[in-house]
């Protein structure tokens, strides 16, 4: 299990804990406010871009071509920007903090 803590644009702070599945699913399960999943997470659309904790950068698979595509275009991305729909929840996760970019 994976407490992960969302944070969105509006500074509301809502920490979920999970063990499958994607971080997007994740947040859309729990309404976090910001996290679209328009295209249902099949990494088409970037409406569940996040920023992810610097700390937790290296604990995640690498980003694909594609995702680091969609990213280009996104006038938020930074360099620790992700689609929590690439992300997959694992123990360790657990403790992880995303800002919501949208």
């Not at 702070?13 to 249902?40: P, T, Y």
């Not at 997470?41 to 937790?56: E, I, L, M, R």
């Amino acid at each position: 299990m994976a407490k992960i803590t969302f944070i969105t644009q509006d500074g509301e702070n809502l920490s979920v804990e999970g063990d499958s599945g994607s971080l997007m699913q994740l947040a859309s399960q729990h309404n976090v406010k910001g996290i679209d999943a328009d295209c249902g997470g099949v990494c088409s659309c970037a409406t569940c871009h996040v920023h992810v904790d610097p700390k937790f950068i290296d604990a995640l698979e690498p980003a694909s071509e594609t995702e680091m595509d969609l990213l280009e275009f996104d006038d938020k991305v930074n360099d620790y920007s992700r689609l929590s729909c690439q992300i997959n929840i694992t123990e360790k996760l657990d403790g992880l903090v995303v800002k919501v970019a949208n």
